[in-house]
């Protein structure tokens, strides 16, 4: 079974402190890791995935497959960046299901 | 181009009663899938389809059904609401070759159950 973790509900910061959002996985074979964001009355969208390995809006993550996590991290948080965080799992076949952790609220401090 | 269509965005419905959410998608896609958010539980997928006359379960299946007769659309439906149904409710869909790849959410059917 698949299986993502966010250990934090709600992580508040102040303005231009940095960002760490936890994400950890548990999958047998090798995982295509995303990050989803949700901003205040839109949709889910996609933020970033593992593969691309590129920065998005300031946002990096690793995949460390030895800790088999995947932690969202930005040096400088914006206020902008208050929103729902998903960190989301799927298979690497292309009919695998896409499994996602209970999300983390980030609010940023003025 | 309109992405991922869910209607209604709102219901309200009494315990026994049954609806469909509809949702479209104009991308081709041939993956679409139905997930419920619940607050600390994150979205939980219900039901999935690879494609048309094709479904199958997700992790919470139990009380709705789902069908695929077209390409576009993957309609929800709850046989007789129950009140632990209530939730926001998103539709996703996305391309099935190429390895796993990033799924469009749409608005989300936020649906109450008296």
């Known amino acids: 079974a698949q299986r993502v973790t966010q250990p934090e509900k709600l992580l508040s910061v102040f303005k231009g402190a940095p960002v760490e959002l936890k994400c950890n996985y548990s999958?047998?074979?090798?995982?295509?890791l995303f990050w989803y964001v949700q901003y205040s009355r839109q949709r889910l969208q996609l933020l970033l995935r593992h593969i691309s390995r590129e920065s998005i809006k300031g946002f990096t993550a690793d995949l460390n497959k030895g800790e088999t996590s995947f932690h969202l991290k930005k040096p400088f948080a914006q206020e902008e960046d208050s929103a729902m965080y998903y960190c989301?799992?799927?298979?690497?076949?292309?009919?695998?299901?896409?499994?996602f952790g209970g999300g983390t609220r980030l609010m940023v401090k003025p | 181009n309109a992405g991922v269509t869910q209607t209604p965005k709102f219901q309200v419905l009494k315990t026994g009663q049954s609806m469909t959410l509809q949702c479209a998608q104009d991308?081709?896609?041939?993956?679409m899938s139905w997930y419920r958010q619940d607050p600390g539980m994150g979205l939980r997928l219900i039901h999935y389809s690879v494609g048309a006359g094709i479904t199958d379960q997700g992790e919470v299946p139990n009380g709705y059904n789902v069908s695929r007769s077209t390409t576009e659309d993957f309609p929800l439906r709850l046989l007789s609401a129950a009140p632990s149904q209530t939730s926001v409710y998103f539709c996703?869909?996305?391309?099935?070759?190429?390895?796993?790849?990033?799924?469009?959410f749409g608005d989300g059917t936020r649906l109450s159950i008296l």
């Open positions: 991308m081709n896609h041939e993956y």
């Open positions: 996703a869909s996305r391309l099935l070759n190429r390895g796993p790849q990033p799924q469009h």
């Open positions: 989301a799992l799927s298979g690497l076949n292309a009919g695998n299901m896409l499994t």
């Open positions: 999958y047998s074979g090798s995982p295509e």
